[in-house]
């Protein structure tokens, strides 16, 4: 009994040990083709192009798959089989691998989660019930997630505790201020406040000097003889040193006209665009400097260093190709200067105002902006460049049998552009008149702004080979200078065109404001001739303005938004308009400065001030003389023009106290002295007793001579005639 006994246990060991073995070769088994499974889907990762090289392990592939379940579920079987009470096997595994991983560095990730689940799974498969694993997986699962950095959801509850992050925007902007500077520029306009033309601008630091433009002015009516008229440079030829650069906006003689001067007392780099930097080196080939130019080509999105200031060039619309915006980063902050601009949907050039750019800069935040106000005073949008071209086909087509003449500005190179494209649309050939005209013409064509089919534009002396409606003539003088083509024309002192009733002559420009008179004049002898005359007042869009108008205004400011404004480029009118168009915009009216020429706006991020004054005015030039002629002269001037000259002249004996000979009058612009011999016998007479008069007194001083004959003179004479003509005595002593 007992041998039998021990025979059984002995069978029934072996029996379990085979089906352990059983057990254990089938779990080898599976393994195995659960091994070679994850190889062959490996190996397809890395043909499609997952992985260039080993294929690395995934989260999956780390994480114990169903497949464990099952062995501990075999392992189970098997132990329950023998008689054995299952383990907790799978929370002894877990154990392992959790201090494996602690040991290897790494941290518990959301795979934890998925051993909870399968744990659960098999707590249920016994028949176990499953404890609190949803709240230990939501708690794992918020623990991956705040280790991974992820954000709640919407609508999820902040903890007290919990840090708002910023947009990255805010975070961007309060480093930008963290690291920013605060400094102080003065800025001083030398001109173009109160006047239109001669606009220059200083941006000063402790250190360096920029400039923005260099402009002229035309005379006025009562500048007698004055050709220009530029700005006092004394203050920049005081800090020539600090002098970095002058900047341009564009090619126009409002904003470069005054570069050759300034240039022979102040040599600083001068840059601008390509057209701009073109037109000025034909004006300064005309002048002599002391030092060889540094002129300097840019295009719109340049940037330069200029000691304390960097000068962006920002691509705006105008009536000359090339223009742009300037934008200054200075210790003070961003300053943007508009330069002269307009909003064009549809420019000659196809390339519209950079507005992204613009916009990108008030978003930058900007401390002062400069903005032009010419047209402050105008409603709605300035019309574009293109109706003119559509007015001008019109022109041409009801004048087929007339020769053309067109005057507008010589740096329109828009303008001039469309004459020749409508020239050469109706056969006719294009001479190009005057100096001003024919630079910028040559220079737009040679830096590729013009466009001219090979034989278009002919010397202004081969037109007598050409029938008049085969001829377009385009000159200057559409502001009625009277040395301009078209003034000679009018008056028929143009040694090579003479125009008659088979001539039509256009006038594509508006006059500036002071010029209208001198314009008017040119008309009315024009019409006088029997000569047909189109201008914007006869016909529509036979001109655009190159400014803008309120809207455009509006824009500006609404792109930009600055803190402080001051308003620039115009008329004491024009920039208190502007000023209004600021303050209908949001601005606070104690942020808006409307300065005056040689006034200092002190700036800094914080706030804006007048603190005086620097040496401003104009300087007017004579011909080939450049400040020679003052006020003075010009008071003298106006007074020969209004009254006349009367000259005195005698030869006295001081020792003896007589008259040697004389006196003699002679008048200038008074009277004919022929028709008044009685005036003129009755003023000798007078000169004659108040030079004994000063004799019988013991006065022998010849100034005090001279004086005493002026005042009796200036007496009689006003009482005889109601005027006072200049009096110059010549006293001389022998």
């Known amino acids: 009994m007992d041998n039998i006994t021990v025979k059984e246990k ?8 085979k089906r352990f073995q059983n057990s254990s070769a089938k779990s080898q088994k599976r393994d195995k083709e659960l091994s070679n499974t994850q190889k062959e889907t490996g190996n397809e990762k890395i043909s499609n192009g997952g992985y260039f090289g080993k294929k690395k392990k995934t989260d999956k592939q780390k994480t114990p798959k169903a497949a464990s379940a099952q062995e501990n579920a075999s392992r189970a079987d098997a132990k329950r089989t023998s008689g054995a009470q299952p383990k907790p096997a ?21 795979a934890s989660a998925q051993e909870n689940a399968s744990r659960a799974d098999a707590k249920r498969t016994n028949g176990a019930q499953p404890k609190t694993a949803s709240a230990q997986e939501n708690t794992s699962r918020a623990d991956a997630k705040r280790t991974s950095g992820a954000q709640p959801k919407a609508g999820a509850p902040v903890k007290e505790n919990a840090t708002a992050i910023p947009p990255k925007a805010e975070k961007n902007r309060d480093k930008r201020k963290k690291n920013e ?104 080939a005309e002048t002599t400097l002391p030092e060889r130019p540094r002129l300097c080509p840019i295009e719109a999105g340049d940037t330069v260093k200029l000691g304390d200031f960097m000068a962006e060039f920002i691509h705006v619309n105008h009536s000359i190709a090339d223009s742009c ?55 709605g949008f300035t019309p574009s460049e293109k109706k003119v071209g559509n007015s001008l086909e019109q022109v041409f087509m009801q004048n087929t049998d007339k020769r053309l003449v067109i005057a507008t500005f010589s740096s329109n190179v828009h303008r001039v552009q469309q004459i020749i494209d409508v020239s050469v649309k109706h056969n006719r050939k294009v001479a190009v008149l005057g100096r001003s005209m024919e630079n910028i013409v040559s220079a737009a064509v040679e830096l590729g702004y013009m466009r001219v089919p090979e034989g278009t534009i002919i010397n202004i002396g081969e037109i007598k080979r050409f029938n008049p409606e085969q001829l377009t003539i385009v000159t200057t003088g559409s502001q009625g200078e009277p040395m301009s083509g078209l003034y000679r024309m009018a008056f028929g002192e143009h040694d090579k065109v003479q125009l008659s009733a088979r001539d039509v002559v256009i006038l594509s420009s508006s006059a500036i ?5 001198l314009v008017g004049k040119i008309v009315n002898a024009l019409v006088k001739s029997g000569i047909k005359v189109v201008n914007d007042s006869t016909a529509d869009f036979i001109h655009v303005s190159g400014h803008a108008c309120c809207e455009e205004l509006k824009l500006m400011h609404a792109l ?60 007017f030039v004579d011909g080939s003389g450049v400040g020679d002629v003052g006020n003075i002269v010009l008071r003298d001037r106006k007074h020969l023009s209004q009254d006349g000259l009367i000259v005195v002249v005698a030869t006295l004996d001081m020792e003896g106290g007589t008259i040697l000979s004389g006196p003699d009058i002679v ?15 009755s003023a000798r007479k007078i000169t004659v007793n108040a030079i004994e008069r000063c004799f019988s007194h013991g006065t022998y001083d010849w100034m005090q001579i001279k004086s005493d004959v002026r005042d009796d003179l200036s007496r009689f004479l006003f009482n005889k005639t109601k005027r006072r003509p200049m009096i110059l005595p010549i006293i001389m002593n022998i």
Request: include cysteine; charged fraction near 25%; charge should be neutral.
């Open 10 to 17: 002995k069978n029934n060991e072996n029996k379990k040990k």
């Open 90 to 110: 799978s929370a002894q595994e877990n154990a392992s691998r959790a201090d494996a991983k602690r040991t290897s560095g790494a941290q518990p990730k959301a």
């Open 181 to 284: 500077k605060n400094g102080k520029v003065r800025v001083i306009s030398l001109g173009g406040l109160g006047e239109i033309g001669k606009n220059i601008t200083v941006f000063e630091t402790d250190n360096d000097i920029v400039v923005i433009d260099c402009g002229l002015a035309f005379p006025d009516d009562d500048m007698l003889g004055i050709d220009l008229v530029i700005p006092d440079f004394s203050y920049l030829e005081k800090n020539r040193e600090k002098v970095r650069a002058v900047l341009i906006t564009h090619g126009h003689e409002d904003h470069i006209g005054g570069i050759p001067y300034l240039l022979k007392t102040v040599n600083a780099p001068v840059y601008g665009s390509r057209l701009a930097i073109g037109i000025i080196e034909k004006k300064l």
């Open 325 to 379: 915006a300037i934008l200054l980063r200075t210790p003070a902050g961003n300053i943007f200067h508009s330069g002269d601009f307009k909003l064009d949907v549809s420019p000659i050039d196809g390339k519209m105002m950079d507005i992204t750019r613009i916009g990108e800069i008030g978003n930058e935040g900007v401390t002062l902006m400069l903005c032009e106000s010419t047209n402050a005073e105008r409603p």
């Open 513 to 517: 404001p002071g010029n209208e008179k």
């Open 560 to 619: 930009v938004r600055p803190k402080f404004f001051m308003p620039i480029h115009g008329e004491s009118r024009h920039l208190y308009a502007h000023k209004e168009i600021a303050e209908f915009m949001g601005m606070n009216p104690a942020n808006v400065f409307v300065s005056d020429i040689g006034r200092v706006l002190e700036v800094d991020r914080y706030g804006a001030n007048f603190v005086g004054t620097v040496p401003s005015g104009r300087t």
């Open 667 to 681: 008048s200038r612009g008074f009277i004919y002295v022929r028709e008044a011999e009685d005036l003129i016998e």
